[in-house]
């Protein structure tokens, strides 16, 4: 297992980053866990010098930039206190804190990068329309991006507002995202039609679950913004139960046969439920839950690092169909990164 594992490092070192781009958050906060795991600098040292080089390129921010790592860049800051992080991180936040608004959550995008639906579905002509125009959305991928990396910031930084608004910007994701009922989230909203959709797309669970489990960790917990966050958190631990497939597996569109079973939903909540529980965060029981996440992401671990059954990039879509009918075969940072959080978390430092 520990050869795999470190095979699955050495493909997230091989990765083609874009600096940045969906999914970076997951693969440097996955490096850094590889070197805690396999008591091997080489990993966080490869994540450090990314993240110095793209600061050093000196070049305008740009929207996209919304996905860099930055909870993986404070982490980094704390382990080599290199001021080059800092200075990245604060720039960073400063773009960050100037996007737009919509019910107080960031817009990720002035321009939603809707997909075409990959199931062939024929659309209603006010959703095709959309794919032309359709303008700013929020998603759920955020809470994962933003919330964590700006309450780490705040805290380095004894900057209370940070601190504040990284919380504030969670909480508005739930409330604008997540399903009362279920607990479950969507994963987005456009601000032109004021709708969710993509409802249950199970990695954007794993999105929410490890963003609010890491944010969470490190927001004061006499905040008066924790115990919502807490709340919201166990409602997504418990609309997970529920719809865990008997394989150990979420499909695709969580509690939907009829969707393919997506191994990196395992692997986020393998990465995710154990630390909730340790700190007191959700029912313990859900401990069950996370032992059979573990056990079917890591059967889908291969001995050359690749995992099977995690799909590309999923862009997004107004029609549901699109979400069960994404290709799947790729090695990407949300397979890999989860796995080796998952595993750092299970077997402590050096492999043991």
Known sequence: MIEALRSAADILMRYPYSCW??????GFEGLIAASD???????????HGVVVG???ADRPL???????????????????GDERLLAAARRLSDHLLARRRYR????????????APYDGSVLPAAEAALLEDPGAGVFVDPIHFD??????LGLLLDDDALVDEGAAQAVALCEILQDSDTGLFAHFVLERTEERYGFAWSRGQGWALLGLVEVLDVLPPDHPRFEPLRLALRAL???????QDATGHWHALCGDPATYLESSVALFVAAGIPPAIDKGLVDPAH???AERAWDAGSAALRNDGTIEDVSAAVWCSTAIGHYGAVPVGFQVPWGQGPLLIAARHRMGGHGG
């Open 21 to 26: 781009h969906y999914g970076d958050s997951t």
């Open 37 to 47: 795991l396999l008591d091997d600098p080489r990993y966080a040292s490869f994540a």
């Open 54 to 56: 793209w600061a050093a």
């Open 62 to 80: 740009r929207e996209l930039d919304n996905t860099a790592p930055g909870y993986a860049i404070c982490r980094l800051y704390e382990a080599t």
């Open 104 to 115: 107080g959550a960031f817009l990720a995008f002035e321009r939603a990068p809707l997909h």
């Open 147 to 152: 919330a964590p990396f700006l309450v780490s």
């Open 237 to 243: 631990a418990d609309g997970l139960a529920r719809t």
């Open 287 to 289: 401990r069950e839950m």
